[in-house]
């Protein structure tokens, strides 16, 4: 299927991508090396969700790569950069799934939170922190455990909130 992005759908791609890096490069807080709050994760989902798993893998690339470009914040590593595009693009898989079947709206962010928080952002962004630190990698994944719990609980509630209050504004 030939199916071409639109200049809509590129600009709020861009405004999705952009608010990505500022609320992971400029208002994300580190609490120890491997352990950071932030929120640019958000926006990466919401493009996926509202504009389809292309557009939001390509957001997630563009925030990363910009946003190592602007601040580095840490060390650029392209596992780091794959699982951004993993954020984008998976929430759009889901949506696409789900689009002609009767499934909720909380089991799809369930769905996304699970797999871009529990399964990216747990084992692989910990896999590539353990190779940047040169730390046992179930070790980190101990310490980091609560960290992508949370992250995730708060996400979903976040996730959900925001994509029905747009999803009600754009029908």
Known sequence: MNKKISVDSLVKAAMLTALSIIFSRF??????????????????????????????????????????AINAGGTPHFGFTFVSVLTGLIPGLITEYCKDKN?????????????????CHMFLNTLWLSQLFNNPYKVMLAS????VLVDGIINYFLLYFIATKLLDKLK
């Open 144 to 147: 980091r455990f609560v960290k």
């Open 103 to 119: 499934i909720s709206m909380k089991v799809q962010v369930g769905l996304m939170v699970f797999f871009v928080f529990y399964i």
């Open 27 to 68: 208002f994300g807080i580190f609490i120890t090396p491997t352990i950071k709050f932030s929120f640019g994760h958000l926006p990466l989902m919401l493009a996926g969700m509202l504009l389809g798993p292309i557009p939001g893998a390509l957001a997630g690339l563009a925030a990363d790569l910009i946003g190592v």
